[in-house]
């Protein structure tokens, strides 16, 4: 620790945005000696992954779920390097309850391997080939990422982290680079099976915001196998906050400063490189120019667009542009007495409620629910989290926002209502939020979430790089390689970190 401290002499360091990604960056490159300045516009650090408190209830923001705490993990091995205590959590087992239409027995994703294999050989039938080339997958690129290769390279030191973390079995999984698990259903003979289909959307959607047509097969495998042990699901004692916390803790203890509510407003450039950011403090109004010798971004792609204006290279610009659209999320939170939750009501459910609509705009929700205990709720309470797909574009479009959202509100608890005991007895507390309040609370451009979309296009070697085109500028988040999720952008942190030590 003394030495880290010691070595004031590297690089100052400013990172705009305080959510998972920027904060692991930013606590990271302090424990490494970097000066360290994080800038949030928010009121709370944690962007998707923070929480809010109403009434006694905390509620999730949005994700709500974590991976990479088991040894070897990727925040298992953050907080390690840190020296700050993981957080308190339970594994999720089942990771997932899954209802498909017209179904009250739910096919349940078990941690445990050979339960999870028992479970899709009973919902199943005559799929577990297609199991096995997941798990064959899932196993070749996990002990690649393990290895910590850097993708997509953008330098001849990139390509030989990448080089390095090769071998010979890593090319088991060359001949399907650019399948998607669509074609991985035509080629076993599957794609008729509506079941196994719609089961693998409403997973794929969740993890790659595409189904399973378009999701790359390769990002597939690792994002189905994860649940499993020696892996698994988390969830928090206390809220997804806590994450946070332990990162701001580690920044705090490693000389790093956080300032909240202080917008990043725009990228200064000076001949290719990034020099400066122009700031505006949210409580007083006050602007500023903030110079730095490296800037890391925590925003997504198209956010970063707009920072740097007309310093976004024309190419660059033009990939962010030509994104197929992202989705948005609707979400309700729900504060109730602990009577409206089933008896053995596993924390994470996901709901289709008909075949013949598309996924997303409250035909299926997935759903979290507090434990009993874990502080999201006073003592015989409990909360609800439930959130949908949402096109962006009709919240921004629509005559009157206030009545879409109430509609909205109203049909997803009815929706909840086949599965809850919900009454005007049991709702203690309700709320929601639309991509408006996600852009307005986060900052992210027209309140997108979960990033980019893990097509075959936009997935590892062919994905946005956390080495920008602007020298001295990264990007890390839910834009970049690996993808979505706590433990992905942690992953893109921890590469965006090495490059930036790499560079001195």
Known sequence: MSSSRSSRNKARVVVIGAGIGGLTAAALLAKRGYRVLVLEQAFVPGGCASTFKRRGFTFD?????????????????????????????????????????????????????????AERASQFPGSEPLWQLFATLFRVSWEFQ??????????????????????????ITV???????????????????LR??????????????????????LYAATALGVSQAPHGLSHLKGSMQVLCDRLVEA??????TLLMRHAVKHICVTNGKATAVVVENQKTGEIWTEEADVFVANVTAQNLVKLLGEHAPAGYRYRIDKLPPASGAFVVYLGVKQEAIPPECPPHLQFLYDYNGEIGENNSLFVSVSLPGDGRAPEGMATIVASSFTDTRIWWHTADYEALKNS?????????????????????????????????FTGRSRGIVGGIGQRVSTFGPFGLATRTPIRHLWLVGDSTHP??????????????????EADE
Request: glycine share 6%; with cysteine.
């Open 196 to 217: 196994l289909r719609t089961f693998l959307d409403l997973q794929l959607k969740l993890y790659s915001q595409v189904d399973a047509e378009e999701t790359a097969l």
């Open 251 to 256: 920044l705090n203890k490693y000389g790093g």
């Open 408 to 440: 909205y509100t109203e049909e997803a608890i009815a929706r909840l209502s086949q599965y809850f005991h919900l009454t005007k007895d049991t709702i203690v507390y309700k709320e929601a939020a639309t991509p408006r309040t996600f852009e307005r």
């Open 483 to 500: 993808g979505e999720g706590t433990a992905g952008v942690s992953y893109s942190a921890l590469t965006a970190v090495r490059q930036i």
């Open 61 to 117: 923001v949005g994700a709500t779920q974590v991976a990479g705490l088991e040894p070897g993990g990727i925040h298992h091995r953050i907080f390690t390097e840190l020296e700050v205590e993981p957080p308190e959590a339970t594994a999720c087992d089942p990771a997932c309850a899954v209802f498909l239409p017209g179904e009250t027995t739910p096919i349940n994703v078990w941690r445990q391997p050979q339960k999870w294999k």
């Open 146 to 171: 393990s290895r910590d290769p850097v993708l997509p390279p953008r330098n001849l030191w990139d390509l030989w982290q990448l080089v390095k973390a090769l071998r010979f079995e890593t090319l």
């Open 175 to 193: 001949p399907f680079t650019l399948l998607t698990v669509g074609d991985a259903l035509r080629l076993y003979g599957l794609d008729k099976n």
